[in-house]
């Protein structure tokens, strides 16, 4: 199947979970995939291809453990 890559701007050393919702207007926004620790100034998460005719995306910060 497909996948999508996304990338986006970080801090080494802090964790990032990337959340999806199928529309805007009333979001439930749930967890794609496991958190991302950063290495550098950008990271990168995979997510399969969502057979849905759309699919949003955000990036969050976790809280430092």
Same mark, same amino acid.
């Given at each position: 199947? =497909? %996948?999508i890559l996304l990338t986006w701007s970080g801090i @080494?050393? *802090?964790?990032?979970?990337?959340q999806s919702a199928g #529309? +805007? =207007?009333n979001p439930l926004w %749930? #967890? @794609?995939g496991a @958190?991302?620790?950063a290495a550098g100034d950008l990271v990168s998460? =995979?997510?399969? @291809? #969502?057979k849905a005719s759309q699919q949003f995306y955000r990036?969050? *910060? +976790?809280p430092a453990p």
């Open positions: 199947g =497909s %996948t @080494a050393n *802090l964790s990032y979970q990337v #529309n +805007l =207007s %749930t #967890n @794609a @958190a991302v620790t998460a =995979s997510e399969p @291809a #969502n990036v969050i *910060l +976790l």
